[in-house]
């Protein structure tokens, strides 16, 4: 099956910039669209942004003109460069995968998550 792993998390001050890296190993070929979300305490998960195999891109408003995600297939990887970082993306961020072995499905893979803190 597909397995994700994150990295590059960290501490950063407000307008700092980091770059999240997440690493797709298995059968990676059943990978349709891969995303990075974010979780802070006491909140739901969130999207923050996606990309397909084809590399068409979709933003939360979150972080919009901030981050950008990006795609390497032949690394099978994902990037989130996040620019002008607020207190308030301080979160664990964790990469997504959508598998769809067939016509008739798809499910979830995620990796362990990354601490980004961004401090005041």
């Known amino acids: 099956q597909v397995q994700l792993v994150e990295s590059g998390g960290g501490l950063v001050h407000a307008g700092g910039s980091l770059r999240l890296s997440c690493a797709a190993s298995?059968?990676?070929?059943?990978?349709?669209?891969m995303a990075w979300y974010r979780q802070a305490p006491g909140r739901e998960r969130e999207l923050v942004a996606s990309?397909?195999?084809?590399?068409?891109?979709n933003y939360a408003d979150s972080g919009k003109g901030r981050f950008t995600i990006s795609r390497d297939n032949v690394k099978n990887t994902i990037l989130l460069q996040m620019d002008s970082l607020k207190p308030e993306d301080t979160a664990v961020y964790y990469c997504n995968a959508v598998i769809r072995p067939n016509i008739e499905g798809s499910l979830d893979v995620w990796g362990q998550g990354t601490l980004v803190t961004v401090s005041s």
């Open positions: 298995g059968r990676t070929y059943h990978i349709t669209t």
């Open positions: 990309i397909t195999r084809d590399g068409f891109t």
